[in-house]
């Protein structure tokens, strides 16, 4: 079976799940200036068939710089953020609207073998962002360097609705006709903040955020964020990604995901797999550790079935698992059962059976196996067991390295060891609760 169509499969749930779903995109300056640019518009144009109700914020900051040096103008910043006198403002209007126009112009391609093709999108941009003067800080004039004041949240749901990509500037306006220039990610932040977003979706360098061993983070909380500024530095363009997503969430909007706008695909990988290939910033969880329930058999007989068949875990019917589903805690994420275990009390003793622990062999580098153990454990305690048995034939050490000790057949209760099969031959460990 050619790998597109199991993708294809894979992806079903998230095109229904992402269907009439608003999501603001914010593309810097440098990525409209990457080479991957193209597919990023090949990308975007494929949500928008999807149904995907599409606001797009663009940056230009490389192309301002540019024409700063051409004219000899020297850039001046305060505290991160651009200065923009008149002369430097005619130079943001020059590049705002060079890329403005280059942008709705990829936008409308429609070229026979093109990815475009047939697609016939109407791009819509205009006044619909109201700016203030950021005024005098610290004794320091912005002169015309502005924040959003307010997104016309009405006027762009009537261009989303009718199905329009609707293109937002770092540019605004004032009530009195003044121009001032924004940060793209204060502009993307408002919008999805204004709109009620489902998802703001901020493009950089990397493919999200990177730990200090230089690993991918993920998934964040909100209120982990602050860490990782620190960490990172005021002047570290992927601190302001993981700032604006962050400000984003605690404003409402559901998700917030950084991805590279270097990595061709990387906007459909991070939107249409379980894993995604950036960082997402959310209130929820994104993965969730709960008690199972009927709904979960399904799930359950897909994790453990494989199990089965190898001979690790002992067969469990689906009637079984209907009649015992209270005795399992499950790990849970997008929607998937990932990892399981049940706890089963002993009767006439206070015993119990840590059973069933499996995880999907694509999440097994997580402690997945370490968070049900305590789960399981907890529970057995809450019941006022003492004990924690466990019979298995292919894990032994994983058990032994997290403090079980080796036990035998005649330490089991009687109720438990009467069931004891030979032929099977697992090894007994015990647990002092």
């Not at 940056?59 to 923009?84: C, D, F």
């Not at 004794?139 to 293109?167: A, C, F, M, P, Q």
């Amino acid at each position: 079976m050619p790998e597109y169509v199991n993708w294809l499969r894979h992806a079903s749930p998230y095109i229904n799940a992402h269907r009439d779903c608003t999501f603001v995109v914010m593309l810097p300056g440098d990525g409209v200036e990457h080479p991957n640019f193209g597919n990023i518009v090949h990308d975007l144009v494929l949500l928008h068939s999807l149904g995907v109700r599409l606001v797009l914020v663009h940056g230009s900051r490389p192309q301002i710089e540019a024409r700063l040096e051409a004219r000899g103008l020297t850039p001046a910043y305060h505290e991160g953020l651009r200065i923009t006198d008149a002369a430097t403002l005619e130079c943001v209007i020059d590049a705002v609207g060079h890329l403005r126009i280059a942008i709705e112009a990829r936008l409308s391609m429609d070229m026979a073998s093109s990815p475009m093709q047939g697609s016939r999108l109407r791009v819509a941009s205009g006044n619909l962002v109201t700016a203030r003067p950021i005024g005098v800080l610290e004794g320091v004039d912005y002169h015309h360097t502005g924040e959003v004041r307010r997104v016309d949240r009405k006027g762009i749901n009537r261009l989303l609705d009718e199905r329009s990509i609707v293109l937002l500037s770092p540019l605004g306006y004032s009530p009195t006709g003044e121009i001032f220039n924004l940060a793209c990610e204060d502009v993307a932040t408002r919008a999805a903040i204004d709109l009620g977003a489902d998802k703001l979706l901020l493009f950089g360098a990397d493919m999200g955020l990177i730990d200090e061993n230089g690993r991918l983070v993920r998934e964040l909380r909100p209120q982990q964020v602050p860490a990782h500024l620190q960490r990172l530095g005021a002047s570290n363009y992927q601190a302001e990604l993981l700032d604006a997503a962050a400000e984003a969430c605690r404003g409402g909007v559901g998700r917030s995901h950084i991805v590279s706008y270097a990595e061709d695909g990387a906007l459909l990988t991070e939107l249409f797999t379980r894993d995604g290939g950036g960082t997402l910033v959310a209130q929820e969880q994104f993965e969730q550790v709960r008690e199972a329930a009927i709904e979960d058999v399904g799930g359950l007989l897909d994790l453990i079935s494989p199990l089965e068949e190898q001979g690790i875990l002992v067969r469990r019917s689906r009637e079984v698992l209907e009649r015992e589903i209270e005795q399992f805690s499950v790990v849970e994420r997008e929607g998937m059962i990932i990892a399981c275990a049940a706890l089963y009390q002993i009767a006439d003793s206070d015993a119990g059976e840590l059973a069933c622990l499996a995880v999907n062999p694509e999440y097994r580098h997580g402690a997945r196996g370490d968070v049900l153990l305590e789960r399981i454990q907890t529970r057995a305690r809450a019941q006022g067991l003492k004990t924690l048995f466990v019979l298995t034939t292919r894990t032994a050490h994983w058990f032994r390295e997290r403090g079980f000790v080796p036990s035998s057949v005649d330490r089991l209760p009687s109720a438990r060891a009467s069931l004891y099969n030979y032929q099977r031959n697992s090894k007994i460990f015990e647990k002092a609760l």
